[in-house]
C-alpha cells in the first residue's frame, strides 16, 4: 500500500499556506519505505523554508526515506514525525475517530488548525491552498469540562465534541487545548486524574523561578475555574493577532538533532552544536542551554527530554531557542536527566556540566557564574511559591525534593 502525503508552510508574512513537499510511503511487509522531495515551485520562492536545515535540506534532489518497521514508527522523517501530538494528543484522536486505530500520516492530516510551528499536511497538493485552520471559541470552563470527560472516558456533550478538534496536534501527556483570548492563541493546560498536587500552580510557579533565575519563559497565567487551577501559556509559535494567520516555523530538539523520543541519542551537546551549525544567537543561546540544564538539574525535572525543548525560525533558514516550557519538579530525586548533558550520560551532577561546559562557549568562570546564580535563585524558591498560592502541603514536597536535589547534584 502506498500513501502520499503533502506538507504545505505558513511562510512569514502570508496569510495562506504554500505547497512545499511530498511525502511518498511504500507499506512492504512489515516495513516501510519512502521519498522525500520539495517541490520546484516552491523551491523557486525566495522565501522558502528547509523544513529542517540539516536533515530535509532545501535541495532539488529526491531524499530517500529509510526502510523501518512499521510498529517502531515506519519511514516517515522525524522532522513530519516531530509534528505528530504525544499521548494527550492522541487520545483526543482516537477519540474523535471513534476510538479507531489511525496511522500517523491520518493523524497530520487531521491536526493542522493548532499545531506547533508553521507545517500543514493534506492528501492532496491542492488542499494544501484551501485548509480551513480557523479555531472555534470556546471558554475555558467548556474546555476544562470536555478534557476532563475526555480523560475519565466520559462522554464529551456533542457541542463540545468540536473540542477534539482543538487539543490534538499539541504535545505532551496532560490533558490540554488550544484557546483564543483577546485575539492571541494560548494553550490551557488542566489538572490529569492522577494529579497529587496542584501541578498547573506548581508549573507556574516554577516558571516565575526560572525566570528569576534568567531563563527565558513564555507570558503566562493561572485561572481558577470552580476549585482547580488552569495554566494558561501564550503560544511562542503563533505571534501578533490570531486573524493575522501567522506562525512561525518550529523543530523540537528531537528533529533540530536527529534524536528520536524513545531513544537516548538527544543531549544538551547535540543541541549545542546544532545551534552553532543554524543559530542565529549562538553565544546567548548556548548560556541560556547552559543555564536551563543547570536549572533542570536543580529542580529536580527529569523530564527535560527532546521534545521539551525546541527551537524558532528567524529568518534565513537560522533558528533561535525558544523559550522554556514543561518545566516542572518531578518530585522524584531519581538522580538522572532526561536528556543527557553529553552522549547517554544521564546522570544529573554538576560536576558533569562544568566539565562540559566548553561545548557551550563557555570557561571556568562563566560556568561557575551561572551555577551561582541558579543556585542563588532556586534557594529563594519558598517566598515565591508561597505569594503565588502553592498549598502547604505542596510546599512540603516541594521543600523536600528540593533539599535532597541540592545534595544529589552537589549544588553549592
Known amino acids: 500500500m502506498e500513501r502520499t502525503i503533502y506538507t504545505g508552510m505558513l511562510l512569514p508574512g502570508r496569510r495562506k499556506a504554500v505547497p512545499a513537499a511530498i511525502a511518498k510511503l511504500q507499506q512492504r511487509g512489515v516495513l516501510e519505505e519512502g521519498?522525500?522531495?520539495?517541490?520546484?515551485?516552491?523551491?523557486?520562492?525566495?522565501?522558502?523554508?528547509?523544513?529542517?536545515?540539516?536533515?530535509?535540506?532545501?535541495?532539488?534532489?529526491?531524499?530517500?526515506?529509510?526502510?523501518?518497521?512499521?510498529?517502531?514508527?515506519?519511514?516517515?522523517?522525524?522532522?513530519?514525525?516531530?509534528?505528530?501530538?504525544?499521548?494527550?494528543?492522541?487520545?483526543?484522536?482516537?477519540?474523535?475517530?471513534?476510538?479507531?486505530?489511525?496511522?500517523?500520516v491520518d493523524v497530520l492530516l487531521q491536526t493542522n488548525a493548532d499545531r506547533v510551528g508553521a507545517m500543514v499536511f493534506a492528501s492532496q497538493q491542492e488542499e494544501i491552498l484551501e485548509l480551513d485552520l480557523a479555531l472555534q471559541p470556546f471558554s475555558l470552563e467548556e474546555l476544562a469540562h470536555a478534557a476532563h470527560a475526555l480523560e475519565f472516558n466520559m462522554e464529551a456533550p456533542p457541542a463540545l465534541r468540536r473540542l477534539l478538534?482543538?487539543?490534538?496536534?499539541?504535545?505532551?501527556?496532560?490533558?490540554?487545548?488550544?484557546?483564543?483570548?483577546?485575539?492571541?492563541?494560548?494553550?490551557?493546560?488542566?489538572?490529569?486524574?492522577?494529579d497529587e498536587i496542584d501541578v498547573q500552580l506548581i508549573e507556574a510557579c516554577t516558571?516565575?523561578?526560572?525566570?528569576?533565575?534568567?531563563?527565558?519563559?513564555?507570558?503566562?497565567?493561572?485561572?481558577?475555574?470552580?476549585?482547580?487551577h488552569a495554566l494558561l501559556l501564550r503560544r511562542f509559535d503563533r505571534p501578533g493577532k490570531i486573524g493575522d494567520g501567522a506562525r512561525i516555523h518550529y523543530l523540537s530538539a528531537a528533529a533540530f538533532t536527529d534524536s528520536p523520543y524513545h531513544s537516548n541519542a538527544g543531549s544538551y551537546m547535540k543541541l549545542a552544536h546544532q545551534l552553532r551549525r543554524y543559530g542565529s544567537k549562538v553565544v546567548a543561546d548556548l548560556e541560556q542551554v547552559f543555564r536551563r540544564m543547570v536549572f533542570n538539574m536543580a529542580i529536580d525535572n527529569s523530564d527535560d527530554h527532546v521534545k521539551n525543548h525546541g527551537v524558532l525560525h528567524t529568518g534565513e533558514n537560522r533558528y533561535a531557542l525558544s523559550p522554556a516550557f514543561d518545566l516542572v519538579p518531578q518530585l522524584t530525586n531519581l538522580g538522572y536527566m532526561g536528556m543527557?548533558?553529553?552522549?547517554?550520560?544521564?546522570?544529573?551532577?554538576?560536576?558533569?556540566?562544568?566539565?562540559?561546559?566548553?561545548?557551550?562557549?563557555?570557561?571556568?568562570?562563566?560556568?561557575?557564574?551561572?551555577?551561582?546564580?541558579?543556585?542563588?535563585?532556586?534557594?529563594r524558591w519558598k517566598p515565591l511559591f508561597e505569594s503565588l498560592g502553592a498549598d502547604a502541603a505542596s510546599i512540603k514536597r516541594v521543600d523536600a525534593c528540593f533539599r535532597r536535589q541540592a545534595e544529589i547534584i552537589g549544588l553549592p
Not at 166 to 187: F, H, M, T, Y
Not at 359 to 372: C, D, P, R, Y
Open 35 to 104: 521519498i522525500f522531495a520539495y517541490g520546484r515551485q516552491y523551491l523557486a520562492l525566495d522565501d522558502a523554508i528547509a523544513l529542517n536545515p540539516a536533515y530535509l535540506p532545501l535541495v532539488p534532489d529526491i531524499l530517500p526515506l529509510p526502510a523501518a518497521r512499521s510498529r517502531d514508527g515506519g519511514a516517515l522523517n522525524l522532522t513530519l514525525k516531530d509534528a505528530l501530538p504525544d499521548a494527550w494528543g492522541r487520545l483526543v484522536i482516537q477519540a474523535r475517530n471513534g476510538w479507531q486505530a489511525i496511522s500517523d
Open 165 to 194: 478538534g482543538q487539543g490534538g496536534s499539541l504535545g505532551g501527556a496532560r490533558p490540554k487545548a488550544s484557546i483564543v483570548r483577546n485575539d492571541e492563541l494560548w494553550i490551557a493546560k488542566f489538572p490529569a486524574k492522577d
Open 340 to 379: 543527557a548533558i553529553i552522549g547517554e550520560q544521564l546522570d544529573a551532577h554538576l560536576d558533569i556540566a562544568r566539565e562540559q561546559a566548553p561545548h557551550f562557549g563557555l570557561n571556568s568562570s562563566k560556568a561557575e557564574q551561572i551555577i551561582g546564580e541558579v543556585a542563588a535563585g532556586v534557594r
Open 207 to 228: 516558571l516565575s523561578l526560572a525566570a528569576k533565575c534568567g531563563i527565558r519563559v513564555p507570558h503566562f497565567e493561572v485561572a481558577r475555574i470552580g476549585k482547580i
